[in-house]
C-alpha cells in the first residue's frame, strides 16, 4: 500500500511541475483499483480511439470466497484484461470524456471443487467483457482521472459466468 500512495505523490507533484501538455497524448500509464486492480496502460491513435490494458489482481473486490462450477474461488487472482476503446467529449473543452469499449479477459485463481475435499486446482478462465467509464483531465495537467464499470462473461471454463467489472483510478499521460 506505501508504494501505490508513493507512486500516487509522485505523479501528482511531478505533474504540477510540468508545464501543460495537449489532452490527446500518445501513452498513459497508471493506476486501477477495483475489479481487476492493478496497472493500467492506455495506447491512443486515430481519432478517438485507443487501446487499454489492466494488468494485475481478480477476485478481491466481490469477495475472495465465491461459488464457481462446482465449487468455491477462495483468493485472489491474476488477471490480464485489454478493451478496444472509444471515446467523446462531454464537454466543450475536452476535459471530461465518456468512452466505451468491449475486450477480453484472462484470470487466474485457485480453484476448490468439491471432489477435492478442501485442496485447490489452479483455474484458467477467459471470456469477453465490455466497459464504459468517464474520464477527467485538470486543466494544464499531464495526469487524469478515470471511473468505470462493466461486465465480464466468461466463455471458458464456466460459460456465462458473469462478474461486475468496476473501478476508478489514475493515468499520468505523456
Not at 496497472?39 to 487499454?52: L, P
Request: charged share 15%.
Amino acid at each position: 500500500m506505501r508504494k501505490g500512495a508513493s507512486l500516487l505523490c509522485f505523479f501528482l507533484l511531478f505533474g504540477a511541475a510540468v508545464p501543460a501538455l495537449a489532452q490527446y497524448n500518445n501513452w498513459a500509464v497508471g493506476f486501477r483499483i477495483g475489479e481487476p486492480a492493478g496497472i493500467n496502460v492506455r495506447k491512443y491513435f486515430g481519432e478517438k480511439k485507443a487501446f487499454d490494458l489492466n494488468i494485475g489482481t481478480y477476485g478481491g473486490l466481490y469477495g475472495t470466497n465465491r461459488s464457481y462450477r462446482s465449487g468455491q474461488y477462495r483468493s485472489v487472482g491474476f488477471s490480464v484484461q485489454g478493451h478496444y476503446i472509444q471515446y467523446t467529449p462531454i464537454t466543450k473543452s475536452e476535459s471530461i470524456r465518456g468512452y466505451y469499449g468491449y475486450g477480453g479477459q484472462i484470470n487466474t485463481r485457485r480453484y476448490y471443487p468439491t471432489r477435492l475435499n478442501g485442496e485447490y486446482e489452479n483455474a484458467l478462465s477467459l471470456g469477453v467483457s465490455g466497459i464504459g467509464g468517464v474520464e477527467y483531465f485538470p486543466p494544464n495537467k499531464p495526469y487524469s482521472f478515470f471511473l468505470e464499470t462493466g461486465v465480464y462473461v466468461e466463455l471458458l471454463q464456466a460459460p456465462f459466468f458473469l462478474n461486475l467489472n468496476s473501478g476508478l483510478g489514475l493515468r499520468y499521460n505523456f
